[in-house]
């Protein structure tokens, strides 16, 4: 991986000047897909989820579509037993009442039982897990960008990396089973605040009037780390491309092989997410390779 030369550099300092002002509320990304790792079963259930067609985060679920041959009998059978019940009061007629009374409690029961057996399905959404995945998908600033600090080009710095950080979260390749081991390790929202907290910074230094050459280092560091994220993010189109490739050409992306990633956990800024980005152009070359012998064996 090459370093960052002065004209990535100066040609991103001349992107920020160019963005328009920011908004004077709190910066904030809010993503339809992941921005840090969600837990172990939630991924699991969302795997089998899309695996068994149904939209990973939505509404349906298998049990869903069985709620009118099972809830419906239930109820119309209390609803007869009711309308039944109230003639042979009104009547008095005292057993045809037991026996309405009866089918009453039976229709609810079976019912209620029906509905209870809908809601327990393993592959439905819960209220817990969705609201996990909704806090998967939003970041918001924690620094108090206001005033002068918000009209230098560090604010605008982190405005580029939103835009990185959300072009990654939605890259087919990100969310595939090829990236199973950086989504592990990468948390971008955990990149997010550090970006935010070290821009702010720089930001605080150059209104403070720190020493010129001080502050345009530490920028240059900031201007590093949203490259980084940026190579990232283009790496991650190139693989996707190749993926779409292979798919449409030879139809098969499940023999293709899970490619994972092996990165250090930790604390990942310019060095780390270089690497990874460096494996994307691994894994583009073996998904080519591996397309290669499958179109051998199929000749």
Known sequence: MQPYSSDERSALRAELAARTAPSLRPASLVSADP???LPGAVLAKLEIRGRAGYDPSGPDHPRRDRWQQLVFPGLGL?????????????AGHSLLAEIAGAALLAGSLAAAAAWRWIGADPL???AAERHALTAAGWWQSRQGWTGALAAGPERALLGVALDGAAQIASSQAWRSGYLDGHRLVFDLATELDAVDAQAFEVARARTAGGAEHDVDAAFDSCLDRVLALRRYANGLAELTDRIAATDT??????AIGELRGDVEQGRYAVQGIQR?????????ASVEATAAELRKERD
């Open 35 to 37: 921005l840090r790792p």
């Open 78 to 90: 209390a609803a007869v037993a009711a309308v039944v019940l109230i003639v042979a009061v009104i």
């Open 124 to 126: 439905r959404i819960r």
């Open 249 to 254: 050409e030879i139809h098969a992306a499940p």
């Open 276 to 284: 990874l980005t460096e494996e994307l152009a691994v894994i583009s």
